[in-house]
């Protein structure tokens, strides 16, 4: 099964509104403008959608910088890619910013996802995360025991995968699963303990999703949310293959991203898709890549690939 489809034409930096785009950002005077106006457009609409952004980010900022030197491996140095500027911060992902603001983006991510609805933003969180757990659901065996959030940020994912799989557990009577977060970014990892308040993560780990020091073969479940979008091909590879040294054989591999294929992705309107690829360096590299094909080769079998809402598709397989 193909995880490929034609990229969105505002993506595609070789042909018609791509081209004009990506001329546009190449401009160094009109960098800076465009990553303000994305940076105030991303609050000013998730205020008014009832998500204290600012408010939240004082308060996530404040509690999170006494752990940030527990929340760090000392030595381990970021790859180049990840020094790229991101999501409208100069420093990518690798500030107290980004971190501090990590959660109310992710909320008003999935309040996008349903713009039509007057839904909460814990709401639409809980209908995306249920959406993607469905996908995955029946290839889970009751021996999950070990499990790995990759890429896992400040926790979103990981805790909603937590509270799953432990519900899950409780009604079959099994134990519970170990849970790991693991993320590149200190700071994320130091607010990810802070949200973590019911301690339903057992590790926040420091380290590179495609060199992660675990040992092979010693997961069951892994899973990998709204990461490779940030990636370069040459990245996702390697996180691919890292994730398939993980895994147990039988072990299951979640992925959750962008479809490619999404109808309000391929008619995002000019501004729009302006803002998004100033903010995402590598989304061209992402929509361009056969997920399917790159699956097969790093040693998956059995792919499902289903849109899980209007905007993202679960890629679920076994190893």
């Given at each position: ?32 403008p ?51 500027r ?24 999935a ?47 990981t ?55 675990l ?60 803002l998004?690829?100033s903010?995402?360096?590598y ?37």
């Amino acid at each position: 099964m193909s995880g490929s489809a034609p990229a969105p034409q505002w993506a595609d930096s070789s042909r018609g509104l791509g081209r004009w785009i990506e001329r546009l950002i190449g401009i160094r005077l009109l960098r800076r403008p465009l990553f303000f106006q994305a940076r105030q457009l991303i609050i000013r609409t998730a205020e008014r959608n009832g998500i204290p952004w600012r408010k939240r980010r004082s308060e996530l900022w404040e509690a999170a910088a006494p752990l940030l030197a527990e929340s760090r491996t000392e030595g381990l140095v970021p790859p180049a890619y990840y020094q790229a500027r991101f999501h409208a911060y100069e420093q990518g992902n690798l500030c107290w910013q980004a971190a501090a603001e990590a959660e109310q983006a992710t909320d008003a991510m999935a309040l996008r996802i349903w713009p039509k609805e007057a839904l909460e933003p814990l709401q639409a969180q809980t209908r995306l995360r249920d959406a993607i757990h469905a996908v995955v659901e029946t290839l889970l065996s009751d021996s999950t025991r070990e499990v790995l959030d990759l890429g896992c940020s400040v926790g979103v994912s990981t805790q909603a995968l937590a509270r799953w799989l432990n519900a899950r557990a409780d009604q079959r009577g099994l134990n519970r699963p170990r849970l790991i977060g693991l993320d590149l970014s200190p700071e994320m990892l130091a607010v990810a303990r802070v949200r973590d308040r019911d301690s339903l993560i057992s590790e926040w780990r420091h380290a590179a999703a495609e060199h992660t020091a675990l040992a092979s073969e010693s997961i069951d479940f892994i899973s990998l949310q709204f990461v490779c979008h940030e990636l370069p091909q040459s990245a996702t590879r390697e996180v691919l293959q890292e994730a398939a040294r993980l895994l147990k054989p039988g072990g299951v591999l979640l992925m959750v991203d962008q479809d490619p294929a999404s109808s309000v992705l391929q008619r995002l309107p000019a501004a729009v898709a302006t803002l998004l690829k100033s903010t995402e360096p590598y989304i061209e590299d992402y929509f361009g890549l056969d997920m399917g094909a790159a699956l097969l080769q790093a040693g998956f079998r059995d792919l499902r690939i289903e849109a899980c809402d209007p905007r993202h598709r679960v890629i679920a397989c076994l190893r």
